[in-house]
């Protein structure tokens, strides 16, 4: 009896630990079906954009795939969100950017399909096209070393500026040997350029910007979509980490989004002439 007493604890101990044991693999499934039921988190940035991709939000549900927008304010964040968990995904950039943040950051994400492409633009609240632009005028261009040098890229195609040979898309502000009318560079960080044009005699950003400014995308004073591989380069990337890539879920609403008529006509609504659908190449 007194061994029965001294061991009744121990019991109950050991068959409570048993319990807890059994119980683990049902925990770990039960987090795995939480997670697939949970929202995909789709990270973005203000654009016009968004509402297709709130389009197939929709369309994604009544197939019983459940998405929704994470909308950050900066360039950073979506992919800082990625890195670290609390985004599946991120819908805003283009392949030059992601490497750049990857080389940057110590980071491996990777682009796994395309979305739209569309164009930059220098854009103007005080010229119109084919008004010549004034000496010392002052131009803004984004912050970011990819898109400082496509935006430079664009200047010297309209002959306002020249650059070292060679430099290409890697241009940075050190590399123009030319600037015959003096003009003076403003370094705007990429998502404020529609908030500048009162500010700067131009501005070179993307037509998702010069429309929050309230800019006509049509009214670019030049665009850089003359060449297809300018359309693939900058195209905007579904980005994750590497053991997303194949996620059935996320790969289901890729497709689900480029395949909806309604996200095309929403795209060609907002964009008009400016705009391409790389993954139909």
């Keep these: 009896m007194i061994q029965d007493r001294l061991t009744r604890p121990v019991r109950r101990s050991l068959l409570t630990a048993m319990g807890a044991a059994a119980a683990l693999p049902l925990l770990g499934a039960a987090r795995l079906a939480g997670a697939q039921n949970a929202p995909l988190r789709i990270g973005v940035i203000p654009s016009v954009a968004n509402e297709a991709t709130e389009i197939a939000i929709d369309q994604a549900r009544a197939q019983g795939v459940q998405a929704k927008l994470v909308e950050l304010s900066d360039w950073v964040m979506p992919n ?10 991120n819908y805003f950039q283009h392949a030059p950017f992601l490497d750049l943040f990857n080389k940057s ?3 491996n994400l990777v682009p796994i399909a395309y979305g739209y492409s569309t164009t930059i633009g220098l ?10 632009m004034p000496h010392g005028a002052s131009i803004g261009i984004p912050a970011d070393p990819v898109n400082t040098g496509r935006a430079l890229l664009l200047l010297q195609a309209m002959g306002l500026i020249q650059l070292k040979e060679g430099v290409a898309e890697k241009a940075t502000l050190l590399d123009v040997i030319g600037n015959p009318r003096k003009l003076k560079f403003v370094s705007i ?3 404020q350029a529609s908030r ?9 950003t993307y037509t998702t910007f010069a429309k929050h400014g309230g800019l006509d995308e049509k009214d670019g004073l030049a665009f850089d979509n003359n ?3 300018n359309v693939r380069r900058y195209a905007i990337r579904w980005v ?16 689900i ?3 909806s008529p309604e996200v095309k006509t929403t795209l060609r609504r907002l964009y008009g002439d400016l705009i391409d659908f790389p993954w139909q190449a």
Excluded at 196 to 204: G, H
């Design 196 to 204: 500048t044009f009162d500010d700067v005699t131009a501005s070179v």
């Design 240 to 255: 994750t980490l590497p053991n997303r890539a194949e996620d059935a879920r996320l790969l289901k609403f890729i497709g």
């Design 123 to 132: 854009f103007s609240k005080k010229l119109k096209r084919g008004d010549a």
């Design 227 to 229: 060449d297809p591989a």
């Design 105 to 107: 950051r110590g980071q």
């Design 189 to 191: 960080e990429g998502s």
């Design 257 to 259: 989004y480029q395949q």
């Design 80 to 89: 800082v969100g990625v890195a670290e968990g609390s985004l599946d995904v």
